[in-house]
Protein backbone atom coordinates (compact mmCIF):
# COMPACT_ATOMS: atom_id res chain seq x y z
CA UNK A 1 0.00 0.00 0.00
CA UNK A 2 1.77 3.46 -0.71
CA UNK A 3 2.96 5.63 1.67
CA UNK A 4 1.51 9.32 2.04
CA UNK A 5 4.39 11.93 2.31
CA UNK A 6 3.03 14.92 3.68
CA UNK A 7 3.92 18.36 5.10
CA UNK A 8 5.97 17.93 8.59
CA UNK A 9 4.88 20.20 11.39
CA UNK A 10 8.46 21.59 12.67
CA UNK A 11 7.60 23.88 15.66
CA UNK A 12 4.46 24.94 17.43
CA UNK A 13 3.98 28.44 15.55
CA UNK A 14 4.22 25.98 11.94
CA UNK A 15 1.13 26.49 9.96
CA UNK A 16 2.63 25.89 6.61
CA UNK A 17 5.73 25.23 4.54
CA UNK A 18 7.36 26.12 1.67
CA UNK A 19 8.82 23.44 -0.70
CA UNK A 20 12.19 24.94 -2.22
CA UNK A 21 13.49 21.65 -4.09
CA UNK A 22 12.81 17.95 -4.37
CA UNK A 23 15.92 15.80 -4.16
CA UNK A 24 14.11 13.17 -6.10
CA UNK A 25 12.54 12.71 -9.24
CA UNK A 26 8.95 10.92 -9.87
CA UNK A 27 9.76 7.39 -10.54
CA UNK A 28 13.23 7.21 -8.52
CA UNK A 29 14.21 4.70 -5.90
CA UNK A 30 13.98 6.57 -2.28
CA UNK A 31 14.99 5.03 1.23
CA UNK A 32 13.53 5.62 4.63
CA UNK A 33 15.42 8.12 6.25
CA UNK A 34 17.03 9.37 3.54
CA UNK A 35 16.51 13.22 2.79
CA UNK A 36 13.42 13.48 0.19
CA UNK A 37 12.61 17.21 -0.51
CA UNK A 38 13.61 21.02 1.17
CA UNK A 39 11.25 23.16 2.74
CA UNK A 40 11.30 26.47 4.11
CA UNK A 41 9.71 27.53 7.54
CA UNK A 42 9.03 30.58 8.75
CA UNK A 43 12.46 30.42 10.60
CA UNK A 44 14.75 28.24 8.81
CA UNK A 45 15.22 25.60 5.57
CA UNK A 46 15.76 22.20 6.38
CA UNK A 47 15.74 18.68 4.78
CA UNK A 48 13.13 16.37 5.50
CA UNK A 49 13.87 12.35 5.14
CA UNK A 50 11.60 9.80 3.49
CA UNK A 51 9.18 8.05 5.75
CA UNK A 52 9.47 5.08 3.87
CA UNK A 53 10.97 3.03 1.34
CA UNK A 54 9.78 2.39 -2.48
CA UNK A 55 9.58 4.55 -5.54
CA UNK A 56 8.59 8.27 -5.09
CA UNK A 57 5.46 7.52 -7.35
CA UNK A 58 3.77 11.05 -7.80
CA UNK A 59 4.88 14.41 -6.58
CA UNK A 60 1.34 16.56 -6.19
CA UNK A 61 3.29 19.50 -4.74
CA UNK A 62 5.99 21.15 -7.04
CA UNK A 63 9.32 23.26 -5.94
CA UNK A 64 7.56 26.89 -4.74
CA UNK A 65 4.46 26.09 -3.73
CA UNK A 66 3.41 26.53 0.09
CA UNK A 67 1.32 23.69 1.30
CA UNK A 68 -0.49 23.35 4.61
CA UNK A 69 0.60 21.22 7.71
CA UNK A 70 -0.41 17.86 7.00
CA UNK A 71 -1.13 18.20 3.28
CA UNK A 72 -0.40 15.44 0.92
CA UNK A 73 2.49 16.64 -0.85
CA UNK A 74 3.77 13.11 -2.61
CA UNK A 75 3.06 9.04 -2.58
CA UNK A 76 5.50 6.89 -1.99
CA UNK A 77 4.84 2.89 -3.34
CA UNK A 78 5.83 0.33 -4.92
CA UNK A 79 7.07 0.19 -9.11
CA UNK A 80 3.07 0.03 -11.04
CA UNK A 81 1.07 0.34 -7.71
CA UNK A 82 -1.94 2.65 -8.77
CA UNK A 83 -3.39 5.54 -6.59
CA UNK A 84 -6.65 5.98 -6.17
CA UNK A 85 -7.70 9.45 -8.47
CA UNK A 86 -9.30 11.11 -5.94
CA UNK A 87 -6.08 10.91 -3.60
CA UNK A 88 -4.20 12.76 -6.95
CA UNK A 89 -6.89 15.39 -7.44
CA UNK A 90 -5.73 18.82 -7.90
CA UNK A 91 -2.36 18.23 -9.82
CA UNK A 92 -1.82 21.25 -11.87
CA UNK A 93 -1.75 20.28 -15.76
CA UNK A 94 1.45 21.33 -17.64
CA UNK A 95 1.39 24.73 -19.68
CA UNK A 96 0.39 24.64 -23.52
CA UNK A 97 3.14 27.13 -24.90
CA UNK A 98 5.92 27.87 -21.96
CA UNK A 99 6.02 24.25 -21.04
CA UNK A 100 5.42 26.23 -17.28
CA UNK A 101 2.94 24.58 -14.92
CA UNK A 102 -1.07 26.44 -14.76
CA UNK A 103 -1.44 29.14 -12.30
CA UNK A 104 -4.26 29.18 -10.36
CA UNK A 105 -5.66 32.23 -8.94
CA UNK A 106 -7.71 31.72 -6.02
CA UNK A 107 -10.44 34.70 -5.63
CA UNK A 108 -13.14 35.10 -3.43
CA UNK A 109 -16.49 34.53 -5.51
CA UNK A 110 -20.24 34.71 -4.53
CA UNK A 111 -21.90 31.49 -4.69
CA UNK A 112 -24.89 33.05 -6.83
CA UNK A 113 -22.54 33.53 -9.64
CA UNK A 114 -22.93 29.57 -10.41
CA UNK A 115 -25.74 27.64 -12.08
CA UNK A 116 -25.72 25.08 -8.60
CA UNK A 117 -29.62 25.52 -7.11
CA UNK A 118 -28.79 26.10 -3.74
CA UNK A 119 -30.48 23.95 -0.62
CA UNK A 120 -33.46 25.26 1.13
CA UNK A 121 -32.79 27.67 3.94
CA UNK A 122 -32.34 25.51 6.79
CA UNK A 123 -31.52 22.49 5.18
CA UNK A 124 -28.42 20.61 6.57
CA UNK A 125 -25.29 21.19 4.66
CA UNK A 126 -23.09 17.64 4.53
CA UNK A 127 -19.10 19.18 4.49
CA UNK A 128 -15.70 18.49 5.51
CA UNK A 129 -14.51 20.47 8.22
CA UNK A 130 -11.88 21.82 5.67
CA UNK A 131 -14.43 21.98 2.69
CA UNK A 132 -16.40 24.29 5.81
CA UNK A 133 -13.09 26.50 6.63
CA UNK A 134 -12.17 27.02 2.70
CA UNK A 135 -15.59 28.21 2.29
CA UNK A 136 -15.59 30.65 5.08
CA UNK A 137 -12.45 32.19 4.00
CA UNK A 138 -13.64 32.94 0.52
CA UNK A 139 -17.24 33.64 1.13
CA UNK A 140 -19.08 30.66 -0.47
CA UNK A 141 -22.39 29.45 0.55
CA UNK A 142 -22.13 25.84 0.87
CA UNK A 143 -25.87 25.20 -0.17
CA UNK A 144 -24.26 26.38 -3.36
CA UNK A 145 -22.27 23.55 -3.99
CA UNK A 146 -22.58 19.51 -5.39
CA UNK A 147 -20.39 17.25 -3.28
CA UNK A 148 -18.35 15.19 -5.13
CA UNK A 149 -17.34 12.82 -1.87
CA UNK A 150 -18.86 9.77 -0.33
CA UNK A 151 -22.34 10.00 -0.32
CA UNK A 152 -22.86 13.46 -1.73
CA UNK A 153 -20.27 14.61 0.82
CA UNK A 154 -18.49 18.32 0.02
CA UNK A 155 -14.99 18.59 -0.06
CA UNK A 156 -12.16 20.96 -0.17
CA UNK A 157 -11.30 20.13 -3.51
CA UNK A 158 -15.77 21.23 -4.43
CA UNK A 159 -14.69 24.52 -2.51
CA UNK A 160 -11.65 25.12 -4.44
CA UNK A 161 -12.52 24.36 -8.01
CA UNK A 162 -15.74 26.93 -7.35
CA UNK A 163 -13.50 29.62 -5.99
CA UNK A 164 -10.59 29.50 -8.68
CA UNK A 165 -9.44 31.13 -11.74
CA UNK A 166 -7.34 29.22 -13.69
CA UNK A 167 -4.96 30.93 -15.95
CA UNK A 168 -1.52 30.68 -16.99
CA UNK A 169 1.62 32.45 -15.28
CA UNK A 170 2.11 34.56 -18.40
CA UNK A 171 -1.49 35.58 -18.59
CA UNK A 172 -1.79 36.21 -14.71
CA UNK A 173 0.81 38.47 -14.55
CA UNK A 174 0.41 40.50 -18.20
CA UNK A 175 -3.04 41.04 -16.53
CA UNK A 176 -2.28 42.17 -13.28
CA UNK A 177 0.24 44.55 -14.93
CA UNK A 178 -2.54 45.74 -16.74
CA UNK A 179 -4.82 46.43 -14.11
CA UNK A 180 -6.97 43.97 -15.76
CA UNK A 181 -9.42 41.60 -13.33
CA UNK A 182 -8.59 38.03 -14.20
CA UNK A 183 -11.98 37.25 -13.23
CA UNK A 184 -13.44 40.09 -15.80
CA UNK A 185 -11.40 37.55 -18.89
CA UNK A 186 -13.21 34.62 -20.79
CA UNK A 187 -10.68 32.10 -20.97
CA UNK A 188 -10.65 30.33 -24.57
CA UNK A 189 -8.04 27.46 -23.53
CA UNK A 190 -8.69 23.72 -22.21
CA UNK A 191 -11.62 23.67 -19.56
CA UNK A 192 -11.64 27.55 -19.82
CA UNK A 193 -8.07 28.31 -19.00
CA UNK A 194 -7.32 31.87 -19.66
CA UNK A 195 -4.02 32.60 -22.05
CA UNK A 196 -2.34 35.02 -22.73
CA UNK A 197 -4.03 35.74 -26.14
CA UNK A 198 -7.30 36.13 -23.94
CA UNK A 199 -6.06 38.86 -21.90
CA UNK A 200 -4.03 40.48 -24.87
CA UNK A 201 -7.33 40.59 -26.30
CA UNK A 202 -9.11 42.34 -23.48
CA UNK A 203 -6.29 44.62 -22.91
CA UNK A 204 -6.63 45.70 -26.53
CA UNK A 205 -10.48 46.05 -26.08
CA UNK A 206 -9.47 48.11 -23.31
CA UNK A 207 -7.26 50.82 -24.87
CA UNK A 208 -4.28 49.90 -22.18
CA UNK A 209 -1.35 48.41 -23.78
CA UNK A 210 0.54 46.16 -21.77
CA UNK A 211 3.31 48.07 -21.78
CA UNK A 212 2.07 51.44 -20.52
CA UNK A 213 2.15 49.59 -17.05
CA UNK A 214 5.37 48.29 -16.62
CA UNK A 215 7.01 48.36 -13.63
CA UNK A 216 10.35 49.37 -13.12
CA UNK A 217 13.16 47.29 -14.31
CA UNK A 218 14.84 44.92 -11.59
CA UNK A 219 14.65 41.62 -9.40
CA UNK A 220 11.90 40.62 -7.75
CA UNK A 221 12.83 38.73 -4.41
CA UNK A 222 10.17 36.80 -2.35
CA UNK A 223 8.82 38.10 0.14
CA UNK A 224 7.94 34.80 2.43
CA UNK A 225 9.58 32.46 4.94
CA UNK A 226 12.35 33.34 6.85
CA UNK A 227 12.77 36.73 5.48
CA UNK A 228 9.06 36.95 6.09
CA UNK A 229 9.31 35.72 9.35
CA UNK A 230 12.13 38.13 10.53
CA UNK A 231 10.51 41.40 9.55
CA UNK A 232 7.46 40.07 11.41
CA UNK A 233 9.11 39.64 14.42
CA UNK A 234 11.93 42.60 14.56
CA UNK A 235 8.39 45.11 13.61
CA UNK A 236 6.53 43.19 16.27
CA UNK A 237 9.52 43.97 18.76
CA UNK A 238 10.01 47.28 17.99
CA UNK A 239 6.68 47.97 17.73
CA UNK A 240 5.69 46.27 21.24
CA UNK A 241 8.28 46.78 23.84
CA UNK A 242 9.67 50.33 24.81
CA UNK A 243 13.57 49.85 23.45
CA UNK A 244 16.61 51.79 25.18
CA UNK A 245 20.29 50.85 24.75
CA UNK A 246 23.28 51.49 26.35
CA UNK A 247 26.90 51.55 25.26
CA UNK A 248 30.51 50.41 26.78
CA UNK A 249 34.29 50.17 25.88
CA UNK A 250 35.94 47.39 26.71
CA UNK A 251 39.69 46.45 27.49
CA UNK A 252 40.20 42.71 25.81
CA UNK A 253 43.99 42.45 26.63
CA UNK A 254 43.11 39.80 29.05
CA UNK A 255 40.48 38.01 26.97
CA UNK A 256 42.54 37.59 23.87
CA UNK A 257 45.46 36.12 26.15
CA UNK A 258 43.37 33.86 27.59
CA UNK A 259 42.08 32.81 23.92
CA UNK A 260 45.47 32.51 22.47
CA UNK A 261 46.01 29.98 25.27
CA UNK A 262 43.21 27.83 24.34
CA UNK A 263 43.47 27.97 20.66
CA UNK A 264 46.36 26.01 21.26
CA UNK A 265 44.20 22.96 21.30
CA UNK A 266 42.63 21.70 18.27
CA UNK A 267 39.15 23.04 19.01
CA UNK A 268 39.69 26.80 18.78
CA UNK A 269 37.95 28.88 21.31
CA UNK A 270 36.13 32.21 19.52
CA UNK A 271 35.79 35.77 21.21
CA UNK A 272 31.45 34.67 20.95
CA UNK A 273 31.88 31.75 23.41
CA UNK A 274 33.80 33.71 25.46
CA UNK A 275 31.42 36.41 25.50
CA UNK A 276 28.20 33.70 25.85
CA UNK A 277 30.27 32.63 29.14
CA UNK A 278 30.69 36.05 30.21
CA UNK A 279 26.65 36.98 29.50
CA UNK A 280 25.92 33.43 31.43
CA UNK A 281 27.60 34.45 34.69
CA UNK A 282 26.52 38.12 34.38
CA UNK A 283 23.03 36.84 34.26
CA UNK A 284 22.80 34.81 37.22
CA UNK A 285 23.83 38.35 38.99
CA UNK A 286 21.24 40.18 37.16
CA UNK A 287 17.66 37.80 37.11
CA UNK A 288 16.00 40.84 35.39
CA UNK A 289 17.76 41.09 32.10
CA UNK A 290 17.34 36.86 31.36
CA UNK A 291 13.26 37.39 32.12
CA UNK A 292 10.20 38.36 29.96
CA UNK A 293 7.21 40.07 29.94
CA UNK A 294 3.88 37.81 30.13
CA UNK A 295 -0.13 39.14 31.02
CA UNK A 296 0.37 38.25 34.42
CA UNK A 297 3.56 40.22 34.83
CA UNK A 298 7.35 39.74 34.94
CA UNK A 299 8.56 36.10 34.57
CA UNK A 300 12.28 36.02 36.22
CA UNK A 301 13.68 32.63 34.19
CA UNK A 302 15.36 30.09 36.02
CA UNK A 303 17.34 28.10 33.46
CA UNK A 304 20.05 30.87 31.40
CA UNK A 305 19.37 29.69 27.76
CA UNK A 306 21.84 31.94 25.44
CA UNK A 307 21.11 32.22 21.95
CA UNK A 308 23.90 33.08 19.29
CA UNK A 309 22.72 34.84 15.99
CA UNK A 310 24.02 32.69 12.97
CA UNK A 311 23.80 34.68 9.27
CA UNK A 312 22.78 32.01 6.68
CA UNK A 313 22.05 32.33 3.49
CA UNK A 314 18.46 33.71 3.06
CA UNK A 315 18.31 35.24 6.27
CA UNK A 316 19.19 34.85 10.75
CA UNK A 317 19.05 32.19 12.88
CA UNK A 318 19.26 32.33 16.57
CA UNK A 319 20.17 28.42 17.92
CA UNK A 320 20.03 28.31 21.60
CA UNK A 321 22.86 26.91 23.77
CA UNK A 322 21.58 25.86 26.59
CA UNK A 323 22.53 26.15 30.67
CA UNK A 324 24.87 28.50 29.63
CA UNK A 325 25.84 29.31 32.69
CA UNK A 326 26.56 25.91 33.81
CA UNK A 327 28.61 24.94 31.10
CA UNK A 328 32.52 25.22 30.83
CA UNK A 329 34.56 27.34 28.12
CA UNK A 330 35.09 24.14 26.02
CA UNK A 331 31.40 22.93 26.23
CA UNK A 332 30.29 26.49 24.92
CA UNK A 333 32.85 26.31 22.29
CA UNK A 334 31.98 22.67 21.23
CA UNK A 335 28.08 23.26 21.10
CA UNK A 336 28.64 26.46 19.77
CA UNK A 337 30.25 24.67 16.59
CA UNK A 338 27.97 22.47 16.41
CA UNK A 339 24.50 24.77 16.12
CA UNK A 340 26.94 26.92 13.81
CA UNK A 341 27.37 23.86 11.52
CA UNK A 342 24.09 22.56 11.24
CA UNK A 343 22.46 26.18 10.85
CA UNK A 344 24.40 26.47 7.41
CA UNK A 345 23.98 23.13 6.29
CA UNK A 346 20.18 23.26 6.99
CA UNK A 347 19.78 20.36 9.85
CA UNK A 348 18.70 22.71 12.42
CA UNK A 349 15.39 21.25 14.27
CA UNK A 350 13.11 23.38 16.37
CA UNK A 351 14.50 22.48 19.55
CA UNK A 352 18.00 23.81 18.19
CA UNK A 353 16.52 27.26 18.35
CA UNK A 354 13.62 27.80 20.59
CA UNK A 355 13.38 28.77 24.27
CA UNK A 356 16.17 31.65 24.57
CA UNK A 357 16.52 33.56 27.53
CA UNK A 358 19.05 36.68 25.77
CA UNK A 359 20.74 37.01 22.78
CA UNK A 360 24.36 37.56 21.77
CA UNK A 361 25.11 38.75 18.16
CA UNK A 362 28.91 39.75 16.99
CA UNK A 363 29.26 41.26 14.04
CA UNK A 364 32.99 42.11 14.59
CA UNK A 365 33.68 39.80 11.57
CA UNK A 366 32.68 42.41 9.17
CA UNK A 367 34.38 45.37 10.40
CA UNK A 368 31.66 46.55 12.37
CA UNK A 369 32.51 49.01 14.70
CA UNK A 370 29.22 49.21 17.10
CA UNK A 371 25.73 48.68 16.36
CA UNK A 372 21.93 48.82 17.69
CA UNK A 373 20.49 45.38 17.50
CA UNK A 374 16.55 44.37 17.87
CA UNK A 375 15.53 42.80 20.92
CA UNK A 376 14.47 39.17 19.44
CA UNK A 377 10.78 38.66 21.53
CA UNK A 378 9.66 37.01 24.09
CA UNK A 379 13.79 37.90 25.85
CA UNK A 380 13.70 41.30 26.89
CA UNK A 381 17.68 42.36 26.36
CA UNK A 382 20.14 41.65 23.69
CA UNK A 383 23.59 41.82 23.49
CA UNK A 384 25.68 43.41 20.13
CA UNK A 385 29.61 43.88 19.58
CA UNK A 386 31.68 45.03 17.31
CA UNK A 387 35.08 44.87 16.45
CA UNK A 388 38.34 44.93 18.49
CA UNK A 389 40.05 47.64 17.28
CA UNK A 390 43.41 49.27 18.49
CA UNK A 391 42.63 52.44 20.03
CA UNK A 392 44.67 54.86 23.10
CA UNK A 393 43.40 55.25 25.61
CA UNK A 394 44.69 56.88 29.25
CA UNK A 395 45.89 54.69 32.03
CA UNK A 396 47.65 56.09 34.62
CA UNK A 397 47.91 59.48 32.99
CA UNK A 398 50.00 58.23 30.17
CA UNK A 399 48.10 57.25 26.47
CA UNK A 400 48.61 53.69 25.53
CA UNK A 401 47.09 51.46 22.57
CA UNK A 402 45.23 49.09 23.47
CA UNK A 403 42.55 46.41 22.36
CA UNK A 404 38.93 47.93 22.21
CA UNK A 405 35.96 46.27 21.96
CA UNK A 406 32.47 48.83 21.89
CA UNK A 407 29.27 46.54 23.71
CA UNK A 408 25.87 47.28 22.63
CA UNK A 409 23.16 46.45 24.98
CA UNK A 410 19.17 47.22 24.26
CA UNK A 411 17.07 46.18 26.63
CA UNK A 412 12.70 46.37 27.14
CA UNK A 413 12.35 49.09 29.84
CA UNK A 414 8.92 47.84 30.18
CA UNK A 415 11.01 44.94 32.23
CA UNK A 416 14.35 46.70 33.03
CA UNK A 417 15.55 50.21 34.52
CA UNK A 418 18.34 51.73 33.44
CA UNK A 419 20.46 51.32 36.07
CA UNK A 420 19.99 47.56 36.45
CA UNK A 421 20.98 47.76 32.89
CA UNK A 422 24.15 49.33 33.09
CA UNK A 423 25.19 47.83 36.22
CA UNK A 424 24.94 44.47 34.08
CA UNK A 425 26.75 45.71 30.97
CA UNK A 426 29.60 46.54 33.93
CA UNK A 427 29.48 42.93 35.25
CA UNK A 428 30.02 41.73 31.41
CA UNK A 429 33.03 44.41 31.36
CA UNK A 430 34.78 43.20 34.69
CA UNK A 431 34.40 40.07 33.58
CA UNK A 432 35.57 39.76 30.37
CA UNK A 433 38.76 41.83 31.39
CA UNK A 434 39.14 39.96 34.33
CA UNK A 435 38.83 36.29 32.94
CA UNK A 436 39.63 33.87 35.44
CA UNK A 437 36.27 35.25 36.88
CA UNK A 438 35.13 32.52 33.54
CA UNK A 439 36.49 29.84 35.48
Not at 17 to 25: D, N, S, V
Not at 133 to 143: C, F, H, S, Y
Request: charged share 25%; proline share 7%; net charge negative.
Amino acid sequence: MATQVIMPKQGLQMTEGLITRWLAQENEPVHEGSPLFEMETDKLTIEINAPASGTLLKILKQEGETVPVAEVIAWIGQPDEAIETAELAGVTPTEEDSGQQSQVVDMPVAATEHAQPPMPQGERVFASPRARTRAGEKGIDLRALQGSGPDGLIIERDVAQLSAVKATPLAAKIAEQAGIPIRSICGTGPRGKIMRSDVEAAVSQAGTPPAARQPAAGRLLPFSGVRKTIATRMLHSTQEMAQANHRMKVDMTEIIRMREKLKQDDRPVSYTDLLVKAVAVALKDFPTLNATLTPEGILLLDAVHVGIAVSIGNGLVVPVIRDADCLSIREISACSADLIDKARNNRLIPEDYSGGTFTVTNLGMFDVDEFTAIINPPECAILAVGKIEKTPVVRDDAVVIRPIMTMSLTYDHRVVDGAPAAQFLQRVKQILQNPYLLI
